[in-house]
């Protein structure tokens, strides 16, 4: 028969070498191609495919991940997210089929369309996320707490224990408990130091630390009460942070500490009491930006006695990746836990799909990528901040709003058609939560796709990025063009990644859309002549400059506003990082006197250095100027998007309980990128191609016979085999040998491990769609007779297990015997009747009724 007919006639088959096989691999994708998006879509199984000799060295062979799972590392806790007070006002906003189906999503079977949540954050006390500050022992100098509120009544009233509980209630429908870490912003303000103007409050710290030595032992009594206090609630808490972040004071709730003092009052006061009040519980120091993690485990664990109470450090994501901080501080203290505990996309406020589907993918991409670097380098788990936040990304008693991956919309103002709006965040976070469980191992996994991270290009410009000034390098992401009164990035129109490509590039513009309520100057996609754009259209002029020559260089003054772009110290919320990092942001004030240093640029072409001409020259005789930099008189730094060098593409991979594998895989890129998982152990690959903007989660429980490299019967003659078990329908046959089920037991569980070696050699596999014309055209009748005998030892064991049943020990010797005589004949038969006897003697089988 023609190939083709073959094909549609028996699309699984393959005729392929002997000892040949393919592993089966499910694997999950979320990508965005334009604004065409996959969310977090299962898709066709893939398989691997045992090496051949020299296919590694071919110089055709994809870029390898190189996986080998011999090597073993951390231990996963879990992923979660923060029950915050505005989280929980939230969530009681929501009515209450949509509370539930927020309680699914969440903490709900991964089987079942739910994340599989099992951790959790919450403030003790209040944080910035809540209506106002408050506490539960409000009385002045009450040492022995003898006020303080064990109802804990703010918390129930606001509804965050009933949020919690609901969460627990989730969980253990799965059979697993809530792992609830919680962190004090900080205590009454009458246990503190006066801050900077003489007053207590928990808004404000002295410097460099907040807490009053004499309210040492009544802090940690304080938070063992807490604890206590959601004990009686029937919410238990798994661990503690000492402070979160405790090198900043922003103007919401806070307290100051150095390593050395955060180490003492751990030693002498919070320590001893949490281990006689509640053994067990885990203890971890610093919770905040991992830039400095390393610094504060040494400063934790150099006194010995102090060490001894900490289970490790949590770290925030607002001071970038720093993986080579992580690194260190694992090599410093490899016994030492390291726990993502908070991480959220801010400044802007919610950024929703409908208005930027690049800036909205964007805020996704960078919180996985954190997920998948932190994993990577040490981190037991990935807590994330807000589970829900307002329309306007709160509430926030100081405004500082931020985005979330659900976004509650009780009153449907958001024009979707549910009141619950998931963030491309959501689903990024599946990829993770979904398919690395706790209890999860990471294994060993060299990435060769990427070996180098790339340097910064007009690529990676994408709408909305905050202008700030940096340390001239001569980057081309430091280079301008000036056509027609715009200062465009060079490079973004012609660069596909960049929203502004083919769309006359990104433009540095004044920012007016509602989430800029200060004057930040940032990039977003030039605008058309005569466009209306109320935020970005030439009618506002707001990316329109006019370049005026002053002493010492040039001034640049805004088109709308007649204001002049300054160079301004700033914290980093200013350019979307952490409050408590220093930035220079770009930013437009009123024009002082020309020649002010914060205010003038050296607009100059042929990079920063020496060798740089005055671009400003020029501007006389002409409207347009190309390739120059704008260097700040007062500090020497030079203007760029306020951009991290990040990887473009990376994976990170686990063995699960189960012994099932997950790898997820990241590709940041515009383009497609090829790759080859190559797993060293079981000695085979998978290949595959991942798009730009994409994640992909595979997943696959090996083999048993991965790892063997004898075969039970070896031959050279040819071999069909199946990917994975396939039920055929089955009619009852008169037949020699009657196949049955029986409950299992250790001789039938023996024999089953023996029937389906006997059936790897002997099952139908899928090897690839483009091989199967060329394996289909030279099938005889023969080859028929032997794939159904295979189809039917097959089905024989489908049926089996479907009642979690087993063969019995003669199965193992029948299965077996098919294989083996069937392929005897089919190889050495002169005719057809031969084989067709061996067909029937040897492979008919009775299917019981009940399987």
């Known amino acids: 028969k023609s190939a083709d007919a073959m094909s549609m006639r028996l699309p699984l088959l393959l005729l392929t070498t002997a000892g040949a096989w393919a592993q089966s691999v499910q694997w999950t994708q979320t990508a965005r191609d334009g604004s065409s998006l996959t969310l977090l879509q299962d898709q066709p199984e893939l398989h691997f495919h045992k090496l051949k000799d020299g296919e590694l060295d071919s110089k055709d062979a994809p870029p390898r991940l190189v996986l080998d799972t011999s090597a073993t590392h951390q231990t996963i806790a879990g992923f979660g997210g923060a029950f915050t007070q505005a989280a929980a006002q939230n969530y009681m906003s929501l009515s209450e089929d949509d509370r539930a189906e927020l309680m699914h999503l969440y903490f709900g079977k991964p089987e079942d369309g739910g994340h599989g949540y099992t951790m959790g954050r919450v403030p003790i006390n209040s944080c910035d996320f809540a209506p106002f500050s408050y506490n539960f022992d409000n009385k002045t100098d009450d040492k022995e707490l003898k006020h303080f509120d064990d109802s804990v009544k703010q918390d129930v009233d606001n509804g965050m224990v009933p949020m919690i509980k609901a969460a627990q209630a989730k969980i253990k429908e799965r059979d697993m408990e809530l792992s609830l870490l919680a962190s004090p912003w900080s205590p009454p303000g009458w246990m503190k130091l006066p801050g900077p103007e003489g007053v207590k409050s928990m808004v404000t710290s002295a410097k460099p630390n907040g807490l009053d030595p004499d309210y040492q032992r009544p802090w940690a009594k304080y938070m063992s009460r807490w604890i206590d206090a959601y004990k009686a609630h029937g919410i238990g808490v798994w661990g503690v942070t000492v402070q979160n972040e405790p090198e900043a004071t922003a103007g919401w709730e806070s307290m100051l500490y150095t390593p050395s003092f955060m180490a003492s009052f751990v030693k002498e006061h919070l320590g001893p009491v949490l281990k006689a009040d509640h053994p067990g519980i885990k203890i971890f120091g610093f919770d905040h930006n991992k830039d400095h993690v390393l610094e504060w485990a040494k400063g934790l664990y150099s006194d010995a006695e102090a060490a001894e109470y900490f289970d490790g450090v949590g770290v925030h994501w607002y001071g970038g990746l720093n993986t080579d901080k992580l690194e260190a501080t694992h090599k410093f203290a490899p016994d030492k836990s390291i726990l993502a505990t908070e991480a959220c996309n801010c400044v802007g406020n919610v950024v929703l799909q409908t208005a930027s589907v690049s800036s909205w993918w964007n805020r996704a991409e960078k919180l996985a990528l954190d997920i998948l670097e932190d994993l990577k380098f040490w981190a037991i788990g990935w807590i994330d901040w807000n589970l829900v936040v307002s329309t306007q990304g709160g509430p926030n008693h100081l405004k500082n709003f931020c985005d979330a991956n659900i976004i509650a919309d009780p009153n449907m103002t958001l024009g979707q058609d549910s009141a619950i709006v998931k963030q491309a965040s959501f689903y990024y976070m599946g990829h993770f939560s979904r398919y690395v469980p ?414």
């Open 438 to 851: 706790a209890g999860s191992v990471r294994v060993g996994l060299e990435n060769l796709v990427e070996t180098e991270v790339p340097p910064l290009s007009p690529a990676d410009v994408k709408n909305g990025i905050a202008m700030s000034f940096h340390e001239c390098d001569d980057s081309v992401v430091q280079l301008f063009d000036l056509v027609d009164g715009s200062v465009v990035l060079h490079g973004t129109n012609e660069a596909p990644g960049s929203d502004g490509f083919n769309a006359g590039g990104e433009c540095v513009e004044f920012c007016i859309s509602g989430e800029c309520w200060f004057p930040k100057v940032q990039a977003w996609t030039c605008a058309a002549k005569g466009s209306s754009d109320p935020f970005h259209g030439s009618e506002k002029h707001n990316q329109k400059w006019t370049i005026k020559k002053v002493k010492g260089g040039v001034q640049l003054v805004n088109g709308m506003n007649n204001k002049c772009l300054t160079s301004v110290h700033a914290a980093g919320w200013a350019v979307g990082l952490d409050a408590g990092i220093k930035a220079v942001a770009a930013q437009v004030t009123d024009c002082a006197a020309p020649g002010s240093k914060n205010q003038t640029f050296v607009m100059s072409t042929g990079g920063s250095g020496d060798d740089a001409s005055d671009a400003s020259t020029m501007l006389e005789a002409s409207s347009s100027q190309s390739k120059f930099t704008l260097k700040s008189l007062s500090d020497g730094l030079c203007m760029q998007p306020e951009l991290e060098k990040l990887p473009h593409f990376d994976a990170v991979a686990f063995k699960l309980p189960d012994d099932s594998y997950s790898l997820v895989a990241m590709n940041l890129n515009d383009q497609d990128v090829p790759l080859r998982i190559h797993d060293t152990q079981a000695g085979t690959a998978l290949d595959h191609t991942m798009p730009g903007h994409s994640i992909h989660t595979y997943r696959w429980t090996p083999a048993k016979s991965d790892h063997k490299s004898t075969e039970a019967e070896p031959t050279t003659a040819p071999l069909l085999t199946m990917a994975s078990p396939v039920a055929v329908p089955l009619k009852a046959q008169e037949s020699h040998q009657t196949v049955s089920t029986t409950k299992p037991n250790a001789e039938t569980n023996a024999a089953t491990n023996s029937a389906n070696d006997a059936a790897t050699n002997a099952a139908i596999n899928v090897k690839g769609a483009a091989d199967s014309a060329d394996a289909m055209a030279p099938l005889s009748p023969l080859s028929v007779l032997f794939m159904f005998s295979c189809m039917v030892v097959l089905a024989a064991l489908a049926a089996a297990r479907a009642d979690n049943a087993r063969l019995p020990s003669k199965a193992a010797d029948w299965a077996r015997g098919a294989a083996v005589r069937a392929r005897r004949t089919l190889t050495g038969a002169d005719k057809e009747e031969t084989a067709y006897t061996a067909f029937v003697e040897h492979t008919t089988v009775e299917v019981q009724p009940a399987h």
